[in-house]
């Protein structure tokens, strides 16, 4: 005999199911401006606590407190809240679009403006992000040009991309934007990888690697930060928590850690959690990283706190999965009007600027988009032409593909 009971398996099960009450009570959420701003050079050992608190700056009424504050001018927040409205626009037209049979597939941002967008003014010319579909942000405040992003949704005759890569899958080396990939967590070792290309040069670039909370549990991502780890690579690990991977909660990816930024510190990378829908807090804390990488101080892990408001993509449905009021209990709330308000009282905008900037706005995106469908949409008009799967494979084209080429009559 023994005295065992019978084995089960633990499946983590979310809060709450469609139809009842969005339950957050689990997101821990710290005064803005209490989680202290450690040295740059600080021993991971000693800011452990940053990975299971929420840095922020801006508090409920809208100012800007703390360690972490002060870091931005009013002329560079007021182009930070042009950057996210451009990019919740564009997103929304671009869905209009998909709806529409203009393009097969589309993937917002809505909620997660901020994470990009900050992020993307703390680097420096020349370093490279390794992105997921859901960082256009980080093109848009670059200034990587509107109408290139629709033709390459569109995969029309002035596609980037001659049509090679799905919606969304965007890629510009000029704009420090590596080529998406469809294969999740790829992008993680591949930006530890280059960043340890950078030292070997003994170059000054630094690279950025970014992943979803549900791709964590892939293999890669725990290869990425051995690798960063060991050899003190230049490169800061972004994790995007919106909660959601697809249509399965974070508890599932997570694991025991109890934040994915804890994962961090069992390779001894500093690790830090931040209010992903904090402006402020967002470019702070990518600031800090980044001069610790250009310090060749290593790696830093950070995971962005945030709600994906949308749904996963135009061929899923939340409403199978989620209440359909979550997004609107959120307790971090919207980036965009959280900003706004900071603007507000600031003294350097209002309801009315914000309404003109909506309008002006607006107007900038349907003439790309005008621009764009002129060469093209996915059923009609313009089409990258065949002879462009021959081209940009090798250096020199090898014989049997210049023959197919020739077969082809392209």
Not at 210 to 220: L, R
Request: hydrophobic content about 40%; overall charge neutral.
């Amino acid at each position: 005999m023994n005295d065992f009971r019978p084995l089960t398996l633990h499946v983590p099960e979310p809060a709450v199911r469609p139809g009842g009450t969005p339950d957050f009570s689990n997101v821990r959420i710290p005064k803005a401006g209490a989680v202290p701003r450690p040295e740059v050079g600080a021993n991971p050992e000693d800011i452990r606590d940053l990975a299971f608190s929420i840095i922020r700056v801006l508090n409920r009424a809208g100012e800007a407190v703390g360690p972490w504050a002060g870091l931005l001018n009013d002329e560079e927040l007021v182009e930070g809240m042009r950057n996210m409205m451009m990019l919740r626009t564009f997103d929304a037209r671009m869905l209009i679009a998909q709806r529409q049979g203009k393009t097969s597939f589309y993937m917002q941002h809505l909620g997660e403006e901020a994470i990009s967008c900050a992020f993307r003014k703390a680097l420096s010319p020349g370093d490279m992000n390794f992105p997921t579909y859901r960082q256009a942000g980080l093109l848009i405040a670059s200034g990587y040009p509107m109408v290139d992003m629709m033709c390459q949704v569109y995969s029309n005759s002035r596609d980037p991309l001659k049509g090679r890569q799905l919606p969304v899958m965007y890629s510009s080396k000029e704009h420090g934007f590596f080529t998406i990939s469809g294969n999740l967590a790829t992008q993680y070792v591949q930006a530890v990888g280059w960043a340890m290309a950078s030292a070997i040069r003994n170059d000054t670039k630094i690279a950025a690697a970014w992943i979803g909370d549900g791709s964590t549990a892939e293999s890669d991502f725990h290869a990425a930060l051995v690798f960063a780890s060991t050899y003190k690579a230049p490169v800061v690990l972004n994790i995007v928590n919106n909660q959601w991977a697809i249509s399965t909660f974070q508890g599932i990816a997570r694991g025991g850690a109890g934040t994915f930024a804890a994962r961090g510190l069992g390779f001894g990378i500093p690790s830090l959690r931040v209010d992903g829908n904090d402006y402020l807090a967002v470019y702070a804390v990518a600031r800090w990283a980044a001069e610790r990488a250009r310090r060749n101080l290593g790696p830093t892990l950070i995971e962005y706190v945030t709600y994906r408001a949308g749904a996963h993509s135009t061929s899923d449905d939340p409403s199978a999965y989620r209440p359909k009021t979550e997004s609107d209990a959120w307790p971090l709330g919207d980036p965009i009007i959280r900003l706004k308000n900071h603007l507000i009282i600031r003294g350097v905008w209002s309801e009315e600027r914000h309404k003109q900037a909506e309008a002006e706005i607006l107007d900038t995106v349907i003439a790309a988009q005008k621009e764009a469908e002129s060469y093209g949409t996915l059923h009609a008009g313009g089409k990258p032409s065949a002879r462009d799967m021959f081209e940009g494979v090798y250096a020199e084209m090898p014989p049997h593909l210049r023959r197919q080429r020739q077969q082809a009559g392209v």
